[in-house]
Structures are given as C-alpha cells and as structure tokens.
C-alpha cells in the first residue's frame, strides 16, 4: 500500500496559520492536497495536524484526518522524519501493510505529478531509502562569501575566488516538496537527505515559502505558470 502523509502543524509563526492561508483563492494545504489525489498514485492521504481548523479545510478537499497529532510531535521544532514514523504506526493494517510513504509538505503548490511519478520510480529501482525533488544552486556555492558589518567582503573558500565558474562542480538542494520513502525506512527515523536519491527539477518552478516575501514570489510564479 501507498499512502501520502501531509504534515501540518497549526502553530506556523513566520507566516501566521501558514498552512491554510489562501493562496490562488483556496487554502494552500489544499493544492498539496488535489495534486496528490489527481495523482492516483496513493491508496490514502492523510494529512497530520494538531488543530481543527486544519482538519477541518483538509478533510473538505478530499484528505484523511483519522487522528490528532500529539503535542510533543507539534511544536515547531519537531522533525518531519518522527511525524510521519507516527503516521505509519497509527494506520498501519496488518491485512494492507503500508511499503511506501511520501510525505508532501503543505505549502508546495508547484509539485508536479510526473516528478511524483519519476521520483517513486528512482525509489523502487535504486534501494535508496528515500527519493526526494533537488534543484542545482543558481550561482557555485564555492564562490560564496560573507560580509562583515562595514561592507567588506571575503570568499569563504579563497582558493576558488579566481577559479571560473563553470569549472567548480555542480551543488544540489532540496527543492523542500515531497519525501518518498519506504516505510521502514521512516519506521527506523533514517535521515531522509542523506540516505536518498535526489530528482533533478528546474530551478525557476521552486520557491520555499518560508517568508511574506517567498509568499509574494510564490503567487506570481503560479499567475505567470497558470497563464502560460
């Protein structure tokens, strides 16, 4: 069985109620929520939430609420990897037994179903524990510097301020979407960065809201996709 976890907690503080603010005239836990569905890929989506009002707008678009997310799992430093080791513990069924789990976040309006597909397929084929979105850095991390409070600036790797660009190695990061993961592998709270594969996605479709500003971004990026 496949099942998709979307956690989301209620006590966002950067961006207040974060998870169902509107976004494109619908809460925005709502659009991780259609896209898993018009996926077809999950036998269950199940968001886990610790308040009502979250239960409430998710279970209205079509998700799963079976339980209330315990406290010590719902503060804002609680990792995802226990979250959804907890999800799978509480709906596991000894006659469906649950293989694999993606974790979608919330606020990721621009997953795409074919990087769903293709990243569960990396998944199945490699015996990686987990298969997750990365997209490169737009400038070479080796040539990043620092600032100090008068202005002046350092390379943090001196050898490579002369070195051309295109020559320094290609740096990943997570594009911050999507988790899949072979339930044992959340059941065992493996790491899910370092110990999975990463799915190359274009770097202009990713945007990690996480400020007022990301959220701005954000929507104008789905107006400009929407409207293409």
Same mark, same amino acid.
């Given at each position: 069985?496949?099942?998709?976890?979307?956690? @989301?907690? =209620?006590?966002?503080?950067?961006? !207040?109620?974060?998870?169902?603010?509107? *976004?494109?005239?619908?809460?925005?836990?709502?659009?991780?929520?259609?896209?898993?569905?018009?996926?077809? #890929?999950?036998?269950?989506?199940?968001?886990?939430?610790?308040?009502? $009002?979250?239960?409430?707008?998710?279970?209205?678009?079509?998700?799963?609420?079976? *339980?209330?997310?315990?406290?010590?799992?719902?503060?804002?430093?609680?990792?995802?990897?226990?979250?959804?080791?907890? /999800?799978? &513990? *509480?709906?596991?069924?000894?006659?469906?037994?649950?293989?694999? +789990?993606?974790?979608? %976040?919330?606020? @990721?309006?621009?997953? &795409? +179903?074919?990087?769903?597909?293709?990243? #569960?397929?990396? #998944? $199945?084929? /490699? =015996?990686?524990?987990?298969?997750?979105?990365? /997209?490169?850095?737009?400038?070479?991390?080796?040539?990043?510097?620092?600032?100090?409070?008068?202005? &002046?600036?350092?390379?943090?790797?001196?050898?490579?301020?002369?070195?051309?660009?295109?020559? #320094?190695?290609?740096?990943?990061?997570?594009?911050?979407?999507? %988790?899949? =993961?072979? @339930?044992?592998?959340?059941?065992?709270?493996?790491?899910?960065?370092? $110990? =999975?594969?990463?799915?190359? +996605? !274009?770097?202009?479709?990713? +945007?990690?809201?996480?400020?007022?500003?990301?959220?701005?971004?954000?929507?104008?990026?789905?107006?400009?996709?929407?409207?293409?």
């Amino acid at each position: 069985m496949k099942i998709a976890v979307i956690p @989301a907690r =209620g006590g966002s503080k950067r961006i !207040p109620r974060k998870n169902i603010k509107l *976004f494109h005239g619908k809460p925005i836990i709502a659009h991780s929520i259609e896209k898993a569905l018009s996926s077809c #890929l999950f036998d269950r989506i199940i968001v886990s939430t610790d308040d009502h $009002e979250i239960a409430d707008i998710a279970v209205r678009f079509g998700a799963e609420v079976p *339980f209330v997310r315990p406290p010590s799992l719902a503060d804002d430093t609680a990792p995802t990897v226990p979250v959804i080791a907890h /999800t799978i &513990e *509480f709906c596991e069924d000894s006659k469906r037994p649950i293989d694999y +789990v993606c974790c979608i %976040y919330p606020c @990721a309006p621009f997953i &795409e +179903v074919h990087d769903l597909v293709a990243s #569960l397929r990396m #998944l $199945e084929s /490699t =015996g990686a524990s987990y298969a997750y979105p990365v /997209t490169e850095f737009s400038h070479p991390i080796q040539r990043a510097m620092i600032r100090s409070d008068k202005g &002046e600036m350092k390379f943090i790797r001196p050898e490579c301020e002369m070195m051309r660009t295109q020559d #320094l190695p290609k740096a990943y990061h997570d594009a911050g979407q999507f %988790y899949w =993961g072979r @339930a044992s592998a959340w059941r065992a709270l493996k790491k899910m960065h370092s $110990e =999975g594969v990463g799915l190359i +996605v !274009p770097h202009w479709r990713i +945007v990690d809201i996480d400020t007022m500003d990301d959220w701005q971004r954000a929507e104008s990026l789905f107006q400009f996709i929407a409207n293409r």
